[in-house]
């Protein structure tokens, strides 16, 4: 598979490398979201009160479909939210958006809801990352704004983390800190993976 590059300790050349690939995989992959929405499995995705998605950046696979389909799931009884940054160090934070909302910029300068929507705490996050691993491995842009954000949520309750991606950004094996969050599952235009845990 292309994306399955050799990953090593070198974190920073990894992102790099991943950045080069992911923006390929975008310009030769234009329907990839639209079909990675349909490889979600309706049985595990129409139990969640509160799913916060991410306002696309750059080159990362646009998560609308997805979440699109997840509330379609959820029969009108889902909600949709946002992460805001309140400041660069912080863990992230998650306000109630609507499609017809208007958006303004946080800490980070990533269009999020106003300070007027009210806060939620999602039990489903649909993530973004430059690299993923069939252990939930997740490599992310390298702020810890997720890592920080996951473990502060992991400590109130449980939370499902989908990562969504391209199936080129499949590495064989993510270079893994102690702080670094793993993913429960992973969405691609090609399949859906989710992560078997073992027993400790």
Not at 83 to 106: M, N
Request: charged letters at 25%; hydrophobic letters at 40%.
């Amino acid at each position: 598979m292309f994306g399955l590059l050799k990953s090593n300790g070198d974190k920073a050349k990894l992102r790099r490398d991943m950045r080069v690939l992911r923006r390929k995989l975008l310009d030769d992959t234009p329907e990839a979201a639209r079909r990675a929405a349909l490889k979600l499995p309706a049985s595990r995705f129409s139990r969640f009160p509160v799913v916060a998605a991410y306002c696309v950046q750059g080159t990362e696979l646009d998560p609308g479909p997805v979440l699109t389909a997840i509330l379609e799931l959820g029969g009108g009884r889902t909600k949709a939210a946002l992460p805001v940054a309140i400041d660069k160090k912080s863990p992230l934070r998650f306000r109630l958006w609507t499609p017809d909302q208007v958006l303004v910029p946080d800490a980070c300068g990533v269009p999020a809801p106003p300070a007027s929507s009210p806060e939620v705490h999602p039990n489903l996050l649909i993530t973004p990352l430059l690299a993923f691993d069939r252990k939930g491995g997740r490599l992310g842009q390298g702020g810890g704004h997720y890592d920080r954000t996951l473990a502060a949520l992991r400590k109130q309750r449980p939370v499902f983390v989908l990562g969504v991606a391209f199936a080129g950004q499949e590495i064989p094996s993510v270079p893994m800190a102690d702080h670094d969050q793993r993913l429960d599952a992973i969405v691609t235009e090609t399949e859906f993976i989710e992560i078997v845990k073992k027993a400790p």
